[in-house]
Nanobody, 124 residues
Framework: QVQLVESGGGSVQAGGSLRLSCAFS????????MGWFRQAPGKEREFVATVTRSGAATVYADSVKGRFTIARDNAKNTVYLQMNSLKPEDTAIYYC?????????????????WGQGTQVTVSS
């Protein structure tokens, strides 16, 4: 069974940066496409970023393009989300996700495994 454990969330002022990490265990990490999603209070969970199994390709939501960077280290079984120029509207619980059957993970419907989430709060 795959386990995903996020870390790195916290509180930061607008314009600041945070780096989220997600540690993967239980299966072969390089066999899974990885993604980050987020859910703000009262809103549906939404796609943030995804990276292919090899790490060669990435896709971002328009709202974070140019500010966030997703990357993976297959030797460390870890995926990262570097978040720069944070805005109050980035405040949400951020979830790491894994999928075994897709090249890119951009929709919650294709997620096989979820992490427990980590809170990110951006104050103005």
């Amino acid at each position: 069974q795959v386990q995903l454990v996020e870390s790195g969330g916290g509180s930061v002022q607008a314009g600041g940066s945070l780096r989220l990490s997600c540690a993967f265990s239980g299966r072969t990490f390089s066999s899974y496409t990885m993604g980050w999603f987020r859910q703000a209070p009262g809103k549906e969970r939404e796609f943030v970023a995804t990276v292919t199994r090899s790490g060669a390709a990435t896709v971002y939501a328009d709202s974070v393009k140019g500010r966030f960077t997703i990357a993976r280290d297959n030797a460390k079984n870890t995926v990262y989300l570097q978040m720069n120029s944070l805005k109050p509207e980035d405040t949400a619980i951020y979830y790491c996700a894994a999928a075994g059957g897709v090249a890119l993970l951009t929709t919650t419907a294709r997620v096989d495994y979820w992490g427990q989430g980590t809170q990110v709060t951006v104050s103005s």
